[in-house]
Every structure is written in C-alpha cells, then in structure tokens.
C-alpha cells in the first residue's frame, strides 16, 4: 500500500467515521445548514450542486462540452468532498447506483439489500481535468483492495465501484485499476461497469461536508492536495 493510500486507511477509524454513519435521515433533513468559512469549504463553493441534471433514474446529461464521471468509493459525503475541490470539476450531486430497486432511499440502501453502492456523479470540464486524473484521485482517496467495504463501514453500498459512460472510460478505468494493484501489490476489488440508473440521494446529503465543516467521512480528504493529484 502506498503512503497516501495508508493516510486514508489510517484515518477511517472511530469518530472519524462515526460523524457520518451516527446520523440519521430524520436527524439530518437540514437542507439550510450553514455553509462554513473554512479556507477548503470557500474553495468548494464555486462548484455547482446538480451534475448531469440528476433526479430519479432518470438519463443524465452534462451541460454544453462538460462530461460525466460515476464512482462509488464507500461513504459518499467524503468522496463528494474531495472531488469538489479537483480544479476542473464544475458540479457534483450525490445519490444510489448498481442496485435492482426503483426510487431506493437511504433507509432502504442501508439495509443491504437493494444492491445500491453510495455514488457520487461528477460533472466535469476536460478541458481543465482529464477523466483519468479523475480516476485517479479515485484510487487515491479510499482504500481499493477492500471487499464490500471502507474500513469500519461493511456492506455492498460501501463497495468501490466506477460506472462508466462510455468504452474509452472503461479502458482508462481499467488502466488505472491495473496500475494501482501494481503500485500496491495487492488485488484491487474496484468493479468497473457501465453506468446504470441513477437516484439522486436526498437532499441533505448533497454536498454534506461543505455545508457541514464535517470533512471526517470517510476520511480526512487531504483536501489542499487535491489540487495537484
């Protein structure tokens, strides 16, 4: 394991993760929270709340020459988090893709039993960010050689997975998956799989750790280097 990927793992443990998963969606309906001023929260604020114009299951579509990227890498606030402060990214929305449910919510996601993985969709500028840095910084902010899992979170809405749009994703994906079990010397458990429905989660997921301060899920993003994975 290489020594970014040991920082992450290192820090899912205890309170870390409990910040996200201790809430609950009666708790949490807050969908004014208030933004905090943090130097990485200003940063994040320019990045748009709605990719692809996502809703329930219905087709995405990027604006204007922008493009789409899917990936599920265990809790999705954090993995929400770190792709909103990748120079490049224009909007994220988080929400449930990959399972055989129609209109899944987060209670019924978190009984393991609809088969949906916590996914956040990027939209994204190429000519500013290339969808290989972007799945790049995929493999570097959680831990790919675990199964059905992020640290102490276990179930299949916690598995690594890419959704792709296209064959030219799934090769760059697949290249990539290739090169991090090389880098790590261990088998990566990243599914890489064309892109299914996509439900948009509820709102007081969206853009949690932004409006929170909480940047605690899954783990501590290594928000500053973000901008130069």
């Given at each position: 394991?290489?020594?970014?990927?040991?920082?992450?793992?290192?820090?899912?443990?205890?309170?870390?993760?409990?910040?996200?998963?201790?809430?609950?969606?009666?708790?949490?309906?807050?969908?004014?929270?208030?933004?905090?001023?943090?130097?990485?929260?200003?940063?994040?604020?320019?990045?748009?709340?709605?990719?692809?114009?996502?809703?329930?299951?219905?087709?995405?579509?990027?604006?204007?020459?922008?493009?789409?990227?899917?990936?599920?890498?265990?809790?999705?606030?954090?993995?929400?988090?770190?792709?909103?402060?990748?120079?490049?990214?224009?909007?994220?929305?988080?929400?449930?893709?990959?399972?055989?449910?129609?209109?899944?919510?987060?209670?019924?996601?978190?009984?393991?039993?609809?088969?949906?993985?916590?996914?956040?969709?990027?939209?994204?500028?190429?000519?500013?960010?290339?969808?290989?840095?972007?799945v790049q910084v995929f493999f570097e902010?959680?831990?790919?050689?675990?199964?059905?899992?992020?640290?102490?979170?276990?179930?299949?809405?916690?598995?690594?997975?890419?959704?792709?749009?296209?064959?030219?994703?799934?090769?760059?994906?697949?290249?990539?998956?290739?090169?991090?079990?090389?880098?790590?010397?261990?088998?990566?458990?990243?599914?890489?799989?064309?892109?299914?429905?996509?439900?948009?989660?509820?709102?007081?997921?969206?853009?949690?750790?932004?409006?929170?301060?909480?940047?605690?899920?899954?783990?501590?993003?290594?928000?500053?280097?973000?901008?130069?994975?």
């Amino acid at each position: 394991m290489n020594s970014k990927v040991a920082v992450a793992c290192a820090l899912f443990s205890g309170a870390a993760v409990f910040a996200c998963h201790g809430a609950t969606s009666s708790a949490s309906n807050d969908s004014t929270a208030t933004v905090t001023t943090s130097g990485s929260a200003q940063a994040a604020q320019k990045v748009g709340g709605l990719a692809g114009h996502a809703g329930a299951g219905t087709a995405l579509k990027a604006d204007g020459s922008n493009q789409l990227a899917e990936l599920a890498a265990g809790c999705f606030w954090g993995v929400e988090d770190a792709y909103r402060h990748v120079p490049g990214v224009v909007a994220t929305t988080v929400g449930y893709e990959g399972g055989h449910t129609q209109n899944p919510d987060y209670d019924d996601v978190c009984t393991h039993t609809t088969g949906h993985a916590e996914t956040v969709l990027v939209e994204f500028d190429p000519a500013k960010v290339s969808y290989q840095k972007l799945v790049q910084v995929f493999f570097e902010i959680h831990d790919p050689t675990q199964m059905n899992r992020q640290g102490p979170d276990v179930g299949t809405n916690y598995r690594s997975v890419i959704f792709t749009f296209s064959p030219e994703q799934q090769k760059t994906a697949e290249a990539e998956k290739m090169a991090t079990a090389s880098r790590l010397g261990k088998r990566v458990a990243t599914e890489i799989i064309p892109q299914q429905p996509f439900w948009k989660a509820e709102q007081y997921h969206q853009q949690y750790s932004e409006r929170t301060g909480d940047h605690s899920c899954p783990v501590d993003l290594k928000l500053s280097k973000m901008q130069t994975l």
